[in-house]
């Protein structure tokens, strides 16, 4: 161990190379202690754990891809009953999360991320790092909230309805979906209410309820997307629910190209999804609910949204012929 601190510590030009040396090592180390006895294994970590927490701590642009590379690589196609060490290690990082640096917040949910290399098999550790995960969608940066989208689309994306009737141990959309659903309708008010920047003169004041209701509203965006992008029975009620917030979202991004742009995709990703017939009588009323609405853009975005589903869906949506017409003109 004492070579590998002194690896991790080197400040010179082979910082790099040093690290990846250490990463590499580290790497072999957990991949090869599955066949070790559990004192053996108690013994490592022991040993292993204070120093990949002086890694995380101390990690740089050039050498955290190594230890990402450590991590995805040490525990791939692994029986994750025999990786439990790692699997805890890496859940333990969302507790120890570096507040105000950016750069380590972002790094840590990007080890975080390696996870998925165990994909359903740690329904457990998905619904942690999913409870945890969700009090975060309004962080101030860009990025950290970014990767917890991302790695909250994860842990949604085996909550799946088996062929026996019974569905998995894993987040459960539905409740996830209409635990923030609320909280988005807040933030689309607080939006309209307020707006995001007060000029006075040269002056520019960037209201923080306003920031946060933005932040908010875009990664409920971005992990609607990543839902789609990764599960495998993507529609569920709760999904549908939430649908006319992402189409009033349109009326207070329109100045935000970003934030419209990923709205039109989003709202894409379930217009072409094939529909079983029991959601389309639940989205059909939602649609017409939104139509009626008195605004303009929520309107449109519906409008466009039923241009793609029914091409999507002409055969099951056919028995619905009549109101959505009546929707379109």
């Keep these: 161990m004492d070579d590998l601190y002194t690896l991790i510590r080197d400040k010179t030009k082979t910082q790099e190379g040093s690290h990846r040396v250490a990463a590499e090592i580290v790497a072999g180390m957990i991949r090869g202690s599955k066949h ?46 025999r990786m439990y060490r790692p699997i805890e290690f890496l859940r333990s990082l969302m507790n120890n999360q570096t507040m105000g ?26 619904c942690a790092i999913n409870q945890y995960a969700k009090e975060f969608l309004d962080h101030p940066y860009k990025a950290i909230r970014e990767h917890i989208a991302s790695v909250l689309g994860t842990s949604l994306s085996f909550d799946i309805r088996l062929s026996n009737g019974q ?14 659903r609320e909280r988005l309708n807040q933030a689309i008010k607080i939006y309209e209410k307020k707006p995001l920047a007060n000029i006075s003169g040269q002056n520019v004041e960037i209201d923080s309820e306003s920031r946060r209701a933005v932040n908010y509203i875009e990664t409920v965006i971005q992990l609607h997307t990543q839902i789609f992008s990764g599960h495998i029975q993507p529609v569920k009620h709760a999904i549908i629910r939430i649908f006319p917030h992402l189409c ?31 959601f389309i009588e639940e989205l059909i009323e939602q649609l017409e609910q939104i139509c009626s609405s008195p605004k303009w853009h929520a309107r449109r975005a519906a409008i466009e949204f039923i241009q793609n589903m029914i091409f999507c869906n002409l055969f099951n949506a056919r028995p619905y012929a009549q109101r959505l017409r009546q929707l379109v003109f």
């Design 248 to 278: 009033e979202i349109d009326s207070i991004v329109a100045n935000d190209d970003f934030i419209r742009d990923s709205a039109i995709i989003c709202r894409m990703c379930l217009a072409v999804t094939y529909f079983n017939p029991s």
């Design 36 to 81: 070790w006895t559990l004192d053996m294994l108690d013994e490592l970590w022991k040993k292993l754990t204070p120093f990949l927490n002086e890694v995380c701590t101390n990690l740089s642009v050039e050498t955290v891809s190594h230890w990402g590379s450590c991590f995805k690589y040490g525990m791939e196609d692994e029986d994750p009953r």
């Design 101 to 126: 640096n950016t750069f380590l917040e972002t790094s840590q949910w990007s080890l975080i991320q390696k996870l998925s290399n165990f994909e359903w098999r740690i329904p457990a550790i998905w």
């Design 167 to 180: 569905s998995t141990r894993h987040p459960n959309v539905d409740q996830f979906i209409d635990s923030i």
